[in-house]
């Protein structure tokens, strides 16, 4: 196993600027090349960590040459367990019509809504591993076996609105809890220095009390440490994405939910669906690494909304995908809503990667309450990138978006370990290295 200290993985294999055009560097990995937006003052010939296709800091020559020497042999080894998963292997028992959708899939063709619905309407276990393994083939074709392991910091479950399926919503009677600003540096230092992080998620609900000032000077201090700084803090003004893309902040997550404006208007009372997406645009074209996305299973979602979700986190221009099942919360109106299945999530990874061959899709945590083995089901239908929470434990388990998430109590690392041994087990790189 490749570690760089005793409980810390290597998130981010260091590769070589071989050209610069513009502000789009080409970095050598190993003889594979990858593009990535220069964010640093790096040369060509000079070593360089990527993350999530941004060029975040330089590594000395030395230290990336011992990098890359442990990293060698275990970067040919992984890709070939991961070639091995990957194979698709038919069993006889599909329908033509089935078998006509995939080999559209296999030929590089998009598929029509109408193909995405039929896939979506399969029941039968052999047909819907033959679509899991079809997409799981597509990932490995068109993106390798790198999976980018991101850190979460929750750093307040505070939100003013009241979102009819979140645990933290704004009249939820949990118990509330902001982390300061230096509390915050202090555990993204921890993650950064002492796990190896090289891009940190700060997430929370939509709490004002973090203004324009104490959010820059937050995002300032964090990519000072070399690493990628992703925000997640919802409906802001642009002046706050402008101020904090500013200060170094290079990607953010922004979800919108639902494209169903009825559903939306009835689940997120207060909020508006086109101010969000106008916000996701903005984001994006202020040159925002773009992860966004939508909850799969709200009451009344159709087939037709699930396709036209995905449909529109493309249309968007998502660099990464984020979606999450329902998992009823307690005290919510949706609580006794059923949560969404399995199976229902893992049909959207596939979808999702048949409508975007080159996108991140990224694993949740909630996949994990649904059931242990889903994190690794997802990795294996399709998806590409996982997020791990860091945050620090007494405030970790307050942070009750749903119930039973099963990292509340684990150590950082222990899942880091778990997360490396599944990755391992699997034969993805638990790296991130550009696109
Ligand atoms: S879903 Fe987001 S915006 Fe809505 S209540 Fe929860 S944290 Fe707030």
Known sequence: MLYSGENTLCYAIPGKLVAIKGNIGV??????????LIDTDAKVGEYVYAQGGVLISKVSKEEAEETLALWKEQFFALKKVDQKLSSVKKTGKESANTLAILQKVNVGKQLSKEDMLALLKLDNAAELKLVYDTANNLRQKRNDNACCVHGILEFSNYCKNNCHYCGIRKSSRIKR?????????????HAVKELGFKAIVLQSGEDEWYDDERLARIVREIRAMGVLVFISIG????????????????AVLLRFETSNRKTFDALRPGTNLDERLELIKYAKKLGYILATGFIVGLPGETDEDLIDNILLTRSLGADMYSFGPLIPAEETPLEKQKPTTKEMLLKTIALTRFADPEAKILVTTAFETLDKDARREGLLAGANSLMLNITPVQFRKLYRIYPGRPDTDKKIEEGIKQTVELLYSLGRAPTDLGI
């Open 27 to 36: 970095v050598d990995y190993f003889g594979e090349h990858r593009n990535v």
């Open 177 to 189: 809890y902001r982390m300061t600003p230096d509390e915050i540096i202090a555990a993204a230092e």
């Open 235 to 250: 409906v802001r003004s642009k002046e706050t994405y402008k101020r904090l893309y500013d200060a170094g902040a290079r």
